[in-house]
């Protein structure tokens, strides 16, 4: 409140706002952490994973205990940012960002704040950022490099201005080949939660409108003007209202998890499961742990995480046609 350009006024505001922070992981966790401590009203945590141990090194809102528990990002990230601010909302939310559900998880909040680490699941957000005429803050670290921009529909050059397409795979360094740092994730991220606290304290004036690109190994920092991008007028999603990724054309079943040796299959719609009697049928075949929101079993070096919808995460490999063998063999099609 005291910081003149946010005063009494924008303190107000940000008490009265609502954030959906898609993806909570190394970014995610210091957005949330930071947009919880400032004040921000109410905010909504949507996360796919669950924690292992070598996400200590970075995602700065969980610990040892959490790990052992095996609970969902979400979940850890909810429990704890209760106790840093016992005063807002919180709403963990443990499901995959898809076309199907992205129009709930926006449906009441100011602004999206991009806490993943993947392109297709940015596209898909801002594709409803631009039909909603939501504002949304993209971020994305690798090594020690970071990149963040503020998309304000109908203002700003929108992530499509920028790229037109994912990167195919395979044709990027990923977590997995280049690893990542700490301090770029809270540069980045302290970035991010900084644009949200503008756009939602009603001080869009004071936006970021260019791409941020920081190097904290080579200690350089460029920043490039993305007007021309977004002045050149043939953007498929500012100029014509082309959404693919909305319309479910461009969505894919399963995803290689950045980091992680792992696969992630998204279960037909409509799926439910009856945990007990997965349980049972698992442990004849290996090693089964479970808790109200997942559940783990070891067979034959492969880690089957199974969440109540039928979505699956299989660890011990990053081939989707293996992740789907193990799946249909000891889950079902
Ligand atoms: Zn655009």
Redesign the pocket.
């Known amino acids: 409140m005291r910081y003149p350009p946010m005063g009494e006024e924008g303190q107000r505001r940000l008490s009265q706002s609502r954030a959906l922070i898609c993806g909570c992981g190394a970014l995610g966790s210091v957005i949330a952490n930071t947009l919880a401590r400032s004040g921000v009203g109410s905010l909504r945590i949507v996360d796919r994973d669950f924690l292992e141990t070598n996400n200590l090194q970075r995602q700065v809102l969980f610990d040892e205990q959490d790990v052992a528990d095996g609970l969902p990002k979400a979940i850890a990230a909810a429990n704890k940012l209760k106790k840093i601010n016992s005063q807002i909302a919180v709403e963990p939310i443990v499901t995959d960002v898809d076309f199907k559900n992205i129009g709930d998880l926006v449906a009441d909040v100011d602004v999206i704040v991009d806490g993943t680490d993947n392109f297709e699941t940015r596209m898909l957000v801002n594709d409803i950022a631009?039909e909603r005429g939501l504002p949304w803050v993209y971020g994305g670290c690798l090594g020690a490099e970071g990149q963040t921009m503020t998309i304000v529909p109908g203002e700003t050059?929108?992530?499509?201005?920028l790229m037109r397409e994912t990167p195919p795979p395979g044709t990027t360094p990923t977590c997995d080949t280049a690893g990542i740092l700490a301090p770029i994730i809270n540069v980045i991220a302290s970035f991010q939660a900084n644009e949200a606290m503008k756009i939602l304290s009603g001080n869009r004036d004071a936006i970021s409108r260019v791409l941020t690109v920081i190097d904290m190994w080579d200690n350089r920092v460029r920043q490039v003007s993305l007007e021309s991008?977004?002045s050149a007028g043939d953007?498929?999603?500012?100029?014509r209202s082309e959404f693919p990724w909305l319309s479910g054309a461009r969505a894919s079943h399963s995803a290689i998890l950045c980091g992680r040796n792992a696969v992630q299959l998204s279960p037909p719609a409509g799926a439910s499961l009856s945990f007990s009697e997965l349980a049972a049928k698992l442990a004849s075949v290996g090693q089964v742990k479970q808790n109200k929101y997942l559940l783990r079993a070891t067979i034959e070096g492969y880690v089957l995480t199974i969440f109540p919808d039928g979505r699956a995460i299989i660890g011990g490999t990053d081939d989707t046609a293996v992740a789907r063998g193990v799946y249909s063999k000891y889950v079902g099609t």
């Open positions: 631009l050059a929108c992530l499509r201005c991008l977004r953007c498929p999603a500012c100029n």
